[in-house]
């Protein structure tokens, strides 16, 4: 042992350094400053660039700035931190002068950092940077809703309601200084400044909400857009999410659902706010003098059915001042007083609970003391969108087209979400009248025809009628969508008397703007495949909050599938924004007495009360305190997590069980293969082997903020919660001679293991039910549905079994995820024997399936863990499994980027690890004689040992 250790030692080096350390990556609420904040009270971060190794910081100052010139000289006329003695360089508080809506300020930040094998020290300092205040009060506003009625407007089976299209005309007077727009759409918009498109990347915003409780706006810088003289303003308007997309009761009832928001017709606001170069103002808002029009090319779009475009209908020149709009509609000022649905948006939760869509009663007290919802007025919903739009984040080009019958099929070579661009049409050899479809699938049939049963009723389908030619209007050569997206591989096109080129596409890959910040490969062929398959999966379902699915008529933020899912696709993507975003619209939708939605925003009216889908809730909160480590959504909705909590245990515990479930273990592996959900009582999970376990978990992590919060009653109390329940779970459905729950399903076993309920002198037992079954029973494949699989791999390889957890890793044989890569996958499916299955429920493209997989990647087989939140302390420990050559694994955390990186060959271990600046690693070293432990600081390190 002691020669073991010596060598360790003596393997470890670091890399050469001179002394060029930087202020990098500086973030006020982690935002570049390019976008105005929702916040009067910002965090500021940074992170170091260096190659030099040892690099800590002793302390920082910040200072923040009316002017520019202030923040360079270093006067911090609006906050001094001075100096402050700490290591910390993430989300430090502003405490200094009072911030208001529209208030820009510069900041610097200067640090004084050890560094070196000789502990050399320096200050240095970051260059400026800078933020606005958004609008942050109702007062802020003078704009009006504005909208119309058009009676061509379907809302009836599947909507349909033309685009409006709304303009206005207006003079600046003098020379501009400063020009900021502030707009939202209820649902969706484009927006246009003198011909101009703002932001022309981005498609589908504002974010989603529950337009009951908010209403996000977007603000953009368009100095450079606007001009002395006259200028234009002219949006493209559609429904979105606001106006229902399903007004079918035979839907509704299919779908399991009595309900689906319906919130109104399309409409708008709109504030200019210009600062000329003298410091005067003047305020463009929307209200009277605007005109609006249906009579456009989009004659209809939503996100099921997708967009018919005709191009016969084209305005002209209608986003340019001077345009002739004599003929177009004065817009309903107030229309939001007339056209909001009220009684749906604002209805009293009882009135649900009568019409039986609530599982338990309210008692007269619950009514008397429920809260009204209801806002003061709609401007008070209006809320500075904090996460980035969806956007143009990547461009796929098809690899081939072939033709069946009299329709061309476009392959894009991978099921992809977004949207068709269509390019060089103007050389199809199309007339003035002539429409080309384009129908949208992930799969094609074995006779090459689309495979679109899947979708279920959405249409998945977009038109294009060709206009005259010779108008200059009609004379678009490239086109996409804007309102709508699909999610796809293939494309079926009709009405084309020509075969198209390939050149001729292109496929928009859509999704809120974020970096990759994961990357992951290993010696495993199937493994790196499923990873491609997650990457492709987990982007595609993000559309301003995680989405089940984006093909089928459902596209939801289910919350069970991101239970544990978040943890994983954290690694992949800086998703901090969007899941921060996401937590807002889970306590949106909670209701009084402390209920939460299934699905976040509530466009269904799932309120089904279980722990496994709503528990999101709080493991979202965690991942984000865990992975980036963010304090202020523990702290935002504390309260209302401890409310569900109550909830439940009040509605639903007896005798220290919760006795509620609604989904089981979904989508266990069926044994027969057109099946979507077992039937086979020996693999389903009992509802309260589910629930009760799940509550224990969820005290814990309730326990964990109560103490960050020093909540100290409440640490006790959710502590004994689960010492409590515990107790109880373990006498009603422990079997103490065998050692096995209830049926002894895996899920049953696994997950009181899991959570830390097993009695110590029982866990083996348990453990060996749990390897009997998946090898015995599931031949070393997975054995779980989704709430079992968010536990399978980590607890396996955590009780020693880690080659059980690679088999079942790298099975390419059902049900595996490898099955579904084998069979042509390029996402992850809904379903295990998603070649197979019914088509009701059989999407593509779902990401629940992953469970804990993503994770088990990054924290076993790379090894990177947080020992503190954001990676302030790091652990490496990796676990080079038999059956793995290599692993190379990186993770650019809030605190820089960790690499892990090993080869194994034979029973030679070598291994290259990164630690970012000012952090330390606690690093563990595999060896034939276990782990040997040692702590670094920041550098590049190499290390060998002997397995």
């Known amino acids: 042992m002691k020669r073991v250790v010596y060598f360790f030692f003596l393997a470890v080096f670091f890399a050469s350094c001179g002394d060029k350390i930087e202020l990098d990556s500086l973030t006020v609420e982690m935002q570049d400053g390019s976008q105005p904040l929702a916040t009067a009270e910002p965090r500021f971060s940074w992170r ?14 910040i200072i923040v700035a009316s002017s520019e010139k202030n923040a360079q000289e270093g006067i911090g006329d609006l906050w001094d931190s001075k100096q402050v003695v700490s290591s910390r360089m993430l989300y430090i508080p502003y405490e200094g002068t009072t911030l208001k809506s529209r208030d820009h ?3 610097k930040v200067f640090a004084t950092v050890k560094y070196g094998k000789t502990g050399s020290v320096k200050t240095i300092e970051s260059g400026v940077g800078e933020f606005e205040i958004s609008l942050l009060s109702p007062d802020d506003w003078r704009a009006k809703w504005i909208g119309h009625d058009f009676e061509d407007d379907c809302l009836e089976g599947h909507t349909a309601i033309a685009a409006r299209y709304l303009r206005k005309d207006f003079n600046l007077k003098k020379n501009i200084n400063k020009a900021r727009l502030y707009i939202s759409g209820l649902g969706v918009y484009c927006a246009y400044m003198n011909g101009n498109e703002l932001a022309h990347d981005e498609l589908l915003k504002p974010a989603l909400s529950d337009y009951t409780q908010r209403i996000y706006f977007n603000a953009y810088d368009v100095t450079e857009m606007v001009k002395e003289g006259q200028n234009a303003v002219g949006v493209t308007l559609e429904g979105g999410r606001f106006t229902t997309i399903r007004h079918d009761t035979n839907y509704l009832e299919w779908c399991g659902i009595l309900h689906a928001a319906h919130y109104g017709l399309p409409q708008l606001i709109v504030q200019l706010e210009v600062t000329y170069s003298d410091g005067t103002t003047d305020t463009i808002v929307s209200g009277k003098g605007w005109k609006i029009t249906n009579r456009g090319p989009i004659r209809k779009s939503n996100e099921f059915d997708g967009e018919t475009y005709d191009a016969r209908m084209e305005l002209g020149d209608w986003t340019l001042p001077g345009y002739d709009d004599s003929q177009w509609l004065d817009a309903v000022v107030d229309y939001d007083r007339q056209n909001m649905n009220t009684e749906d948006m604002f209805n009293p939760k009882w009135k649900l609970v009568d019409s039986g869509m609530w599982p338990v009663n309210y008692s007269k007290a619950d009514r008397k003391n429920a809260k009204d919802r209801r806002p003061e007025t709609t401007y008070h919903l209006l809320t500075p969108q904090a996460n980035p739009n969806i956007k143009v984040q990547d461009r796929l080009k098809p690899v081939s087209i072939f033709k069946k019958g009299d329709k061309w099929i476009l392959d894009m070579g991978q099921n992809m979400v977004g949207v068709l661009q269509c390019n060089n049409m103007d050389k199809w050899n199309c007339k003035c009248g002539d429409t080309v479809v384009f129908r949208f699938a992930e799969t094609i049939k074995n006779d090459s025809t689309i495979y679109i049963d899947n979708l279920r009723s959405a249409e998945a389908t977009d038109r294009y009628v060709f206009g005259d030619r010779r108008t200059k209007a009609s004379r678009q050569s490239t086109w996409s969508p804007k309102f709508t997206y699909h999610g796809f591989r293939y494309v079926e096109i009709s009405g084309l008397k020509t075969m198209p080129k390939l050149k001729d596409f292109e496929g928009l890959v859509l999704y809120d703007e974020m970096s990759v910040t994961g990357s992951f490969e290993c010696s495993n062929e199937v493994m790196n495949a499923v990873y491609r398959n997650a990457y492709w999966g987990i982007r595609g379902n993000y559309r301003s909050m995680p989405t089940d699915c984006p093909q089928r008529d459902e596209r939801m933020g289910w919350t ?7 943890y994983g696709e954290s690694f992949i993507f800086d998703n901090h924004r969007l899941y921060t975003k996401w937590l807002q619209d889970l ?20 309120y089904t009360d279980n722990m496994t889908w709503p528990g999101a809730f709080i493991t979202v909160a965690d991942m984000l305190h865990t992975r980036f480590g963010d304090m202020q959504p523990i702290k935002h909705h504390y309260d209302a997590m401890r409310l569900w909590m109550l909830h439940m245990k009040r509605y639903y515990m007896k005798e220290g069980i919760v006795i509620r479930d609604t989904y089981g273990d979904w989508c266990m592996p069926p044994e027969s293969p057109e099946l979507i959900h077992s039937k086979d009582t020996n693999r389903m999970t009992w509802p309260a082997n589910l629930s009760t376990p799940f509550y224990c978990y ?34 009603k459905y422990l079997n103490l001679e065998t050692g096995h729950y209830s049926n002894n399903s895996v899920t049953a076993n696994l997950l009181p293991l899991s959570f830390g309920m097993v009695p110590k002198e029982l866990e083996k037992k348990v453990f060996d039910n749990i390897i009997d079954k998946t090898e015995n029973e599931f031949g070393g494949h997975v054995s779980t549905g989704v709430v079992g699989i968010q536990q399978l791999t980590r607890t396996l390889t955590e009780q020693g079994r880690g080659d059980l957890a690679l088999k079942i890793a790298s099975a390419d ?5 490898g099955y579904m890569w084998r069979h042509g996958a390029t996402t992850i499916w809904e379903l295990w024997n998603g070649d197979t299955a019914d088509p009701s429920m059989n999407s593509g493209n779902h990401v629940m399936l992953l469970g804990d997989l993503i994770i088990w990647y990054y924290e076993y087989l790379g090894g990177i863990r947080a020992l503190e939140p954001g990676y302030s302390r790091i652990e490496l420990k990796p676990y080079p499994l038999d059956g793995l050559e290599y692993v190379n694994c990186s993770y650019n955390s809030v605190s820089g980027l960790i690499k892990s990186n090993w080869t194994r060959k034979g029973n030679r271990f070598e291994w290259d690890i990164e630690i970012p600046a000012n952090t330390t690693a606690e690093i563990w070293l595999p060896t034939k004689h276990g782990y040997q432990k040692q702590t670094l600081t920041s550098g590049k390190h190499h290390m060998s040992s002997k397995l």
């Open 48 to 61: 170091y660039k260096t190659d030099c190794e040892n690099v800590c910081q002793i302390e920082y100052r």
């Open 105 to 107: 300020c510069y900041w």
């Open 560 to 566: 069970g599938d991101r239970t544990t899912g978040c």
């Open 587 to 606: 306590a949106d939708c909670q209701w009084e007495n402390g209920s939460l939605s299934d699905v976040a925003p509530a466009y269904w009216r799932n």
């Open 698 to 731: 969820l005290s814990g992590k309730m326990a964990k903020f109560a103490k960050l919060l020093g909540y100290d009653d409440d640490v006790r109390y959710f502590s004994d919660e689960i010492e409590t329940v515990t107790s109880a779970y373990n006498s």
């Open 813 to 817: 044989d059902y049900p595996s995820w």
